[in-house]
């Protein structure tokens, strides 16, 4: 898979379908796009591509309203060419792109990559004060002669797939559901820092994750998770909260990592959050901290490990 820059243009001879959509993070409400974008472009010979942006439009258009994202762009990438997307398309959202009229939005895109036909959902709003619809695109289709494919919305438990009902299920801690609804468990992605190493010293070494706040982080708690370092995917426990019983005051991001005793700091990892184990407690010895600590532990030896794409 190609990724492309807003400014590179021009690539495609043969001609694309492009899947459009904000995508600020992918999950299976997606697919029925993802799927028919490829599924079309090989019946007809032609490349498949997902349109998305860099940044979120609320962070331009209103950043108070702006959401925490589900995943990075190297995230999305990831995704997308597991799933047999040729090129993702990064654009900035920019006050000058929100100026865009809805017609001129589509014709660059035939433009600027040869599209020749649009996959999008049934409520796909686009162009300047999201003036453009499904029912403007279909005359568009007539008028130029491109194809267009409108999927219905895709449905959980009679709810529809979204960003929004993913966001606030890890907000509530509850992973499980959030990940049913994902291509891969929830993620986020930092660098192992400094702590204040207690962990050590009652047995139980904890990696201390650095992370972005743009980022929805989960509800604190105790959570089964599976750590990524080069590659290798290991068994980990993650406290995210501000441990009590030592009376921490800044939130953190702490994973013991089972069978593991290497020093990583400075190192990225990628921690996914598989299940929800426990609330954060306050305990009144670091000794019942440990037996409490061997429990989870004897827990999570017990669980699998993800599969991944």
Request: without cysteine; negative net charge.
């Amino acid at each position: 898979m190609i990724v492309i820059d807003e400014n590179i243009k021009g690539e495609f001879k043969e001609g694309t379908y492009i899947a459009l959509g904000s995508f600020d993070g992918l999950h299976k409400g997606h697919m029925t796009l993802i799927h028919k974008v490829v599924d079309e472009a090989m019946a007809d010979r032609l490349k498949s591509a997902v349109y998305t942006f860099k940044n979120h439009p609320l962070t331009v258009a209103k950043p108070e309203l702006a959401p925490k994202l589900l995943m990075d762009n190297q995230q999305k990438i990831h995704l997308l060419k597991a799933k047999g997307v040729d090129a993702t398309i990064f654009v900035s959202f920019t006050m000058e792109y929100m100026q865009t009229e809805a017609e001129e939005f589509i014709l660059s895109l035939i433009h600027d990559f040869n599209a020749k036909g649009f996959v999008v959902g049934f409520n796909y709003k686009y162009g300047y004060q999201n003036k453009g619809n499904v029912d403007t695109l279909r005359e568009m289709s007539e008028r130029y002669g491109f194809k267009l494919f409108v999927m219905d919305a895709a449905l959980s438990n009679d709810d529809i797939i979204s960003s929004t009902r993913i966001r606030n299920l890890i907000l509530k801690g509850q992973i499980k559901e959030a990940n049913e609804l994902l291509f891969e468990p929830f993620m986020l992605r930092g660098t192992v820092i400094g702590g204040k190493k207690l962990g050590r010293k009652i047995g139980f070494p904890t990696a201390n994750m650095s992370y972005d706040t743009k980022y929805v982080i989960p509800k604190t708690g105790v959570y089964y998770t599976n750590l990524m370092l080069d590659g290798t995917l290991h068994k980990s426990i993650t406290s995210v909260g501000y441990n009590p019983t030592v009376d921490g005051k800044s939130l953190s991001i702490e994973t013991f990592i089972l069978d593991f005793d290497r020093e990583i700091y400075g190192e990225e990892v990628k921690l996914y959050f598989v299940e929800y184990m426990r609330d954060e407690e306050k305990y009144a010895s670091l000794d019942e901290l440990v037996e409490q600590l061997k429990k989870d532990e004897d827990y999570a030896r017990n669980q699998v490990l993800s599969t991944l794409l």
